[in-house]
């Protein structure tokens, strides 16, 4: 597990996709919401995983190599949200993928 110092990237590979661009077979298993997004990395025995679009604004913020602390204000300020209420809200989510290893210590 990463220090929360250290920063933390999306790897190339991890995709974003809009569940929106999936089948409407696939969308009623899935009984996601229509701007929901699912997160997947190719080639990779970890299963996809359906977040909502605010999760996926805020991951995004890690395309680049970023804290999680740097991530959460830029995040929060573009959103005009309260940074430790988002970070209370994310943190679960941060633990999930970087014990998936969909979010990776830089380098």
Same mark, same amino acid.
């Given at each position: 597990?990463?220090?929360?110092?250290?920063?933390?990237?999306?790897?190339?590979?991890?995709?974003?996709?809009?569940?929106?661009?999936?089948?409407?077979?696939?969308?009623?298993?899935?009984?996601?919401?229509? !701007?929901?997004?699912?997160?997947? &990395?190719?080639?990779?025995?970890?299963?996809?995983? +359906? @977040?909502?679009? #605010?999760? $996926? !604004?805020?991951?995004?913020?890690? &395309?680049?190599?970023?804290?999680?602390?740097?991530? +959460? @204000?830029?995040? #929060?300020? $573009?959103?005009?949200?309260?940074?430790?209420?988002?970070?209370?809200?994310?943190?679960?989510?941060?633990?999930?993928?970087?014990?998936?290893?969909?979010?990776?210590?830089?380098?």
């Amino acid at each position: 597990m990463p220090k929360i110092t250290d920063p933390l990237v999306l790897p190339d590979d991890v995709s974003l996709l809009p569940v929106s661009k999936l089948s409407q077979d696939l969308r009623e298993r899935l009984d996601c919401e229509e !701007d929901d997004v699912a997160i997947t &990395r190719s080639r990779s025995r970890t299963p996809s995983k +359906v @977040i909502n679009a #605010s999760a $996926a !604004d805020l991951l995004r913020e890690f &395309r680049l190599p970023t804290t999680i602390s740097e991530g +959460v @204000i830029r995040y #929060s300020t $573009a959103n005009n949200s309260d940074p430790h209420e988002t970070l209370k809200n994310a943190f679960p989510l941060f633990q999930e993928l970087t014990n998936s290893q969909l979010l990776v210590p830089d380098g």
